[in-house]
Structures are given as C-alpha cells and as structure tokens.
Nanobody, 114 residues
Framework: VQLQASGGGLVQPGGSLRISCAASGMNFRLATLAWYRRAPGKQRDLVASITSDGGTAYADPVKGRFTISRDNVRRTVTLQMNSLDPEDTAVYYC?????????WGQGTLVTVSS
C-alpha cells in the first residue's frame, strides 16, 4: 500500500486550501480513508474520515470548515479546508488500514499565517 499526499502550502488566515492523497496497492473502493494532522509539539490527531460508502466523520475543531471526499476512479481522497486558522497549522497525513495494518502517507505541511 502506498499513499502519496500533495497540495500543502502557506495560506493566510481565513483562506482555503485543498490537499489530496493518491492511493495504490490496495482495494481502494473498499477502504476507509482518513486524514490526520500533527501540529508542532502535539500528538497526531484524527481530522476526518470517509468510509467505503461515503460516510464521513469530523473532529470537532474542523466541523463545518473541512470536507473530506473520495474519487474511486482516480483513487484519491481529498480534504477541502476552508476558513483556515493558525491553529490548523500542521503536517497532514493520509491514512488507511489494510489487513490489520496502518498505512501512512508522507505528510504534507499546511501553514496558516499572515
């Protein structure tokens, strides 16, 4: 299983950013996919997840601002982030589980700063 994240960068407070993760080596259509983030000096926390049938869940700090989606043809999972706040600054990781193991993308840095 390989996960390749892309799309991070610098954005001003209140701005938007979209990050994506391309997956290979797995049955993508059956997988639950998730985004985690690790802010400086903090542990890695779950941000959002999406099941194989499109069910979504979000951490309280991002509800109403972030949207997770999946494209089963392109085998990608995307996190649309709106109304970004400096507290959202973190390295974002995509995640899936396969045969009882966790797999992680390499992480993409999102910096929210003026």
């Amino acid at each position: 299983v390989q996960l390749q994240a892309s799309g991070g960068g610098l954005v001003q407070p209140g701005g938007s950013l979209r990050i994506s993760c391309a997956a290979s080596g797995m049955n993508f259509r059956l997988a639950t996919l998730a985004w985690y983030r690790r802010a400086p000096g903090k542990q890695r926390d779950l941000v959002a997840s999406i099941t194989s049938d499109g069910g979504t869940a979000y951490a309280d700090p991002v509800k109403g601002r972030f949207t997770i989606s999946r494209d089963n043809v392109r085998r990608t999972v995307t996190l649309q982030m709106n109304s970004l706040d400096p507290e959202d600054t973190a390295v974002y990781y995509c995640n899936t589980q396969n045969r009882g193991r966790d797999f992680w993308g390499q992480g993409t840095l999102v910096t929210v700063s003026s």
